[in-house]
């Protein structure tokens, strides 16, 4: 693996999504711009980034360097905000909103006012999970937003920013903030564990959700990438966990660890979508560092084991898909008919593509996806890895490029 090197402080590296903020906050039209995304996936330096090139006044403030902040906390910066507005466009960001108590009500009511008042004020919301988005802006905002996601960095940002090669990639992920400590392996799984796991529980699903079970909740967690790539029925987890309740609150904390960017339940492919959401999830970790810091191996040990290796590299996979599908009209799943199995199909409406993903000696299993064609009619059929499309060739595009 190359050396870990820090970002160009000359020429950093942004996402492509920071330049698409940039571009809506000089617009003509005023919309709150919500940005959502894991955490440390360079939000907030991304924005202050954004807010250093910004033609204009801004006003940037934190709730998460506040404990338990107040109602108030929103009009105090707000009204900071609106004294710079006057007579040229100012944008305001709020990181971390939703630890905010009824901020959505209250960001309703200072927006409408500043819309009725012709104050040119333009607001960034930033929060580090999509239980923002269902808890708030739906309800109080409706109309008044667009949003804009920021995702676990690929391997093409994760290359030019740091110098990661593929192997590591696979093996430490797509976590920006955890890069500089690939070198040592364990201040990385430390960082990983403590900065990244144990605050998004904490402070992002046990905060903004009802949980009466957390160590349940931290357990399943667990769980899924322990068995990351594998389909387990409800019932399979309730034997694995102890004080597990039942199977409607582990489908419940599944997709809490989905909204905050850790976990996703993959359900089973079928032609009829009923089934499709009665099916048992593959448990797909969205990030291969979340696999790695809790597994205990080293990258050589795990390139050493040819079925933990293959794991991980169809976990890559598969988080690959999940997250650039998010936001789009993709959707991903998996499927399987006794010892058939495909391990990903993508969907775009009446379009479909089966994807096996290789990594090892044995060959490509053709007739599987043939078999999945036979039942549900043509398709796109790929292999990635050995005997198909490089991996890194795979990881260069988003899910809608693969797609039929």
């Known amino acids: 693996m190359a050396e870990p090197r820090e970002l160009n402080p000359q020429v950093p590296y942004q996402p492509p999504v920071y330049a698409e903020l940039a571009a809506r906050i000089a617009e003509p039209r005023r919309r ?5 995304g894991p955490r440390q996936t360079g939000k907030t330096t991304g924005v202050r980034r954004v807010l250093e090139g910004f033609d204009g006044a801004t006003h940037f403030a934190d709730a998460d360097e506040t404990a338990a902040p107040p109602t108030h906390w929103i009009e105090f910066h707000w009204e900071a905000a609106r004294r710079l507005a006057r007579g040229r466009r100012t944008v305001l960001a709020l990181d971390e909103i939703q630890k905010i108590p009824d901020w959505s009500r209250v960001v309703k009511g200072l927006w409408d006012r500043d ?5 040119d004020l333009v607001v960034v919301l930033l929060g580090s999970s999509t239980l923002l988005l269902h808890e708030g802006l739906t309800e109080s905002l409706a109309g008044r937003f667009e949003v804009l996601r920021a995702r676990h960095w690929n391997f093409e940002e994760m ?13 430490h992920g797509g976590y920006p903030g ?8 364990a201040r990385w799984r430390a960082f990983v564990r403590d900065a990244l796991i144990e605050t998004t529980i904490s402070r992002d699903i046990l905060v903004m959700a009802r ?5 349940l909740l931290r357990a399943l967690f667990q769980l899924a990438c322990a068995y990351a790539g594998r ?3 409800y019932t399979k987890m309730l034997g694995q966990l102890t004080d597990a309740g039942n199977t409607t609150t582990l489908a419940h904390y599944l997709t809490l660890l989905e909204r905050a960017g ?9 032609g009829e979508v009923v089934r499709r959401r009665g099916s048992s999830p593959k448990l797909q970790p969205l990030n291969t560092a979340l696999v790695s810091a809790l597994a205990g191996y080293t990258l050589e040990e795990t390139l050493a084991d040819p079925e933990r290796w293959g794991r991980l590299v169809e976990t890559t996979v598969g988080a690959h898909l999940v997250n650039t599908a998010l936001g789009t009209a993709v959707e991903v799943w998996w499927w399987r008919d006794g010892n058939d199995e495909v391990d990903f199909v993508l969907t775009r409406g009446p379009h479909r593509t089966a994807i096996e993903v290789k990594s090892g000696k044995k060959g490509a299993r053709w007739d599987v996806l043939s078999e999945f064609e036979a039942r549900f009619g043509p398709c796109r059929k790929l292999v990635v890895g050995t005997g198909g499309i490089p991996l890194a060739d795979f990881l ?4 809608s490029e693969w797609v039929a």
Request: hydrophobic share 50%; charged share 20%; no cysteine.
């Open 396 to 399: 260069a595009k988003p899910a």
């Open 159 to 171: 290359r030019t920013a740091f110098g990661f090669d593929l192997d590591a990639y696979v093996f």
């Open 211 to 215: 949980v009466e079970k957390p160590a």
């Open 262 to 270: 850790l976990v996703v339940g993959l359900q089973k492919y079928s």
């Open 32 to 36: 709150i711009q919500v940005l959502l």
């Open 115 to 119: 819309t009725a008042d012709g104050l």
């Open 231 to 233: 389909v387990l029925s």
């Open 178 to 185: 955890a890069a500089e400590y690939v070198g040592d392996l």
